[in-house]
Nanobody, 122 residues
């Protein structure tokens, strides 16, 4: 069974950058679409972006497009989220998620990490 562990969260000033990593245990990483989600206090969880199994295709929410980049390293069972030009409204708990298949949409993720806090100060 695949387990996901995120790391890299923290406090950063507006305009700064931060990178999150998610390491997957188990042998199925290479067949999993990997996604990132976030949830701010009092708000519903929202899709940030995803990368397909090859790493060549990505999808991003409009709110982060052009600022965030998702990449994966199948040899290391790792997916990363690079966040640039951070804004206070990016403050949230960020979750790594996975699903078998091919689509990079925001649906049907069945494996979730525990989350890591990102706080952007103004």
């Amino acid at each position: 069974q695949v387990q996901l562990v995120e790391s890299g969260g923290g406090l950063v000033q507006a305009g700064g950058s931060l990178s999150l990593s998610c390491v997957a245990s188990g042998r199925a990483f290479g067949i999993l679409v990997m996604g990132w989600f976030r949830q701010a206090p009092g708000r519903e969880r929202e899709f940030v972006g995803a990368v397909d199994v090859s790493g060549r295709n990505t999808r991003y929410a409009d709110t982060v497009k052009g600022r965030f980049t998702i990449s994966r390293d199948n040899a290391r069972s790792t997916v990363s989220l690079r966040m640039n030009s951070l804004k206070p409204e990016d403050t949230a708990v960020y979750y790594c998620a996975a699903k078998p298949g091919y689509g990079t949409n925001d649906a049907s993720y069945s494996i979730w990490g525990q989350g890591t806090q990102v706080t952007v100060s103004s």
